[in-house]
């Protein structure tokens, strides 16, 4: 008898170990998943803190050029030249920009032309060939660079847009056969959109240069709506668009001809 009391007591004791230590184990797993959760965050969008809104870099010898608001910076492996910024002179049958730079110190031309160009050390391929040419006052040489670079993708784009407005009308679901209104999200580090067209989703890609944004290769599905009317026109406007404006949480799509073809409104 004394035997199976004491069998019986070592069982108990045995019993309430595991129990316990499997209490210790969950208590650290979730312990463990609390402290996850919390470490999580949300990668920042790049360049948001950079102010430029064209970047190109070159080899042989090596250079960086960042084309500011109100500077345009030049800085090379012996000598930095910082200008005050000009408003480029556009070429009328091609997609060429010249900067024309003059100050006290150096004369400088940029041309920065829509042209495919490939890194000639990393082989990494950018849309604009760059070209600069300047002279320090005083010298006579005149002292050549070629490059590539590209255009700065303004980072307030990269969002989630939903439709208020359409050539000046608000729109409703009701506007949409009572589906959702059209919305898009903007992703500036692949330069591509894609979302809701109210009938049908989309996709496509964005062409962006300072002062000008294009919604380009739109594609959608096939889907039949009873009445296709409004979207049809959210995507003819929507692919006219050659100028934008940013404020008040909305954004304002416009081109030449109609100003505010399309409102949205930042969601999140």
Same mark, same amino acid.
């Given at each position: ?27 650290? %797993?979730? &312990? ?19 102010? $430029? ?5 070159? *080899?042989?010898?090596?250079?960086? !050029? ?15 030249? &910082? ?6 002179? #556009? ?7 010249? +900067? ?24 990494? #391929?950018?849309?604009?060939?760059? *070209?600069?040419? +300047? #002279?320090?006052?005083?010298? %006579?040489?005149?002292?050549? !660079?070629?490059?590539?670079? $590209? ?12 439709? %208020? ?22 992703? &500036? #580090? ?31 599905? /096939? ?20 100028? +934008? /404006? ?6 304002? !799509? ?7 073809? !399309? ?6």
């Amino acid at each position: 008898m004394k035997k199976i009391m004491t069998s019986l007591c070592f069982a108990l004791l045995l019993s309430s170990c595991v129990e316990k230590k499997k209490e210790d184990n969950t208590s650290k %797993e979730e &312990i463990t998943q609390e402290d996850t959760l919390q470490v999580k965050t949300v990668e920042p969008v790049a360049l948001k803190m950079d102010d $430029s809104y064209f970047k190109a870099t070159g *080899t042989e010898p090596f250079w960086g !050029l960042k084309v500011k608001e109100n500077r345009v910076e030049l800085n090379m492996m012996e000598d930095t030249i &910082i200008t005050p910024h000009t408003t480029p002179i #556009k070429a009328q049958d091609a997609n060429i920009s010249m +900067y024309r730079i003059q100050t006290e110190a150096v004369s400088m031309d940029v041309i920065i032309a829509h042209k495919e160009c490939t890194n000639a050390m990393s082989g990494e #391929k950018s849309p604009y060939t760059v *070209t600069i040419a +300047y #002279k320090y006052t005083g010298e %006579e040489e005149t002292h050549a !660079l070629e490059g590539c670079g $590209s255009y700065i993708t303004d980072y307030r784009l990269h969002d989630i847009w939903v439709l %208020e407005e359409m050539d000046g009308q608000a729109v409703t679901k009701d506007d949409f056969n009572g589906r959702d209104v059209p919305n898009m999200e903007i992703d &500036i #580090k692949t330069n591509r959109f894609s979302g809701f067209a109210g009938c049908n989703r989309m996709t496509g890609g964005l062409f962006f240069e300072k002062d000008l944004l294009r919604f380009t290769n739109a594609a959608s599905t /096939k889907m039949a709506c009873p009445n296709m009317d409004a979207e049809s026109t959210f995507l003819k406007n929507l692919q006219s668009t050659t100028t +934008y /404006k940013i404020e008040n949480n909305r954004l304002y !799509l416009s081109n030449g001809s109609q100003e505010n073809l !399309l409102i949205f409104k930042k969601i999140d």
